[in-house]
Structure formats: C-alpha cells, structure tokens
C-alpha cells in the first residue's frame, strides 16, 4: 500500500543502515566496548601508550584506521618516573575482529605507524599489538 501523504507509487524508505563494521568495537578506555573512540589506552597496566584526538578515516568489516597523537613513557631512567612522549599525526589500524562473550565483536589488534623507539626490537616487533578482549 502507499504511504499517506507520499505520492502515489512511492515506496517507504529504509532506514540508514549501520556502516559495514559498526557492530565491531574496541575495548579502547580498558573496560567498555566502544565504536569509533577518540582514545584508545593501549597499556592498561600503567598508562604507558596510548592513542588520543583519533580522527577515523574508515570503519569496514575488516579494519578501522585513524590518525591521532601516540602518547607513551620513555622509561629513562625508568618507567616510574620516565618521561611521557607525544607523537602527532600517528597511524593507527584496527583489526582481526573476533567474537567473545554474548556475540560481541570486538578488533583484536592495533597497528600503528609510527612507533616508539624500542619497539623494533620489542615483543612484537613491528607487528600488531594485542588489545583486550574483556575490561582489564
């Protein structure tokens, strides 16, 4: 049937559906699911990287990218009482959703480009880092 008021033949718009990728979140505050944040706390244990002002330039079904500023601790002499580095215009990308608790999406991974020094030759190695996958 037509819709009243529409002119004949007219169809009822959909509504607008959700960006590919919209359910897919990021535990970015270390406790709550969230979509396009505009922080992200990598280390949660001691607050010594983080992402913050993200700006995101895409959302998919496969990965999320933004630039933002890189904040983390230089550890010199230590990390207790380093010095804590801002790194403008950093390349963050999200990625390897995965599904846990109730069904909820959550990306997995964070890349970024680029990266503290130390990195390199850190645990990952230049690769992606692990985010958390429950409230830490």
Known sequence: GATPGAP????????????PGASIKVIADCSTPSFEPS??????ADGGLGFRDLRW?????????AVGTMW?????????TGHVIDVANDRVTLGVPVTVARGQRLWSQISFD???PGYATGPYHRGPVPLPLQPV
């Open 8 to 19: 004949p033949g007219a169809t009822p718009s959909a509504p607008p559906s959700a960006p």
């Open 39 to 44: 922080l992200i706390e990598v280390a949660c």
């Open 57 to 65: 330039t895409s959302w998919s079904a496969t990965q999320a990218q």
């Open 72 to 80: 983390y601790k230089d550890c010199i002499p230590d990390c207790a």
């Open 114 to 116: 680029p990266q503290p």
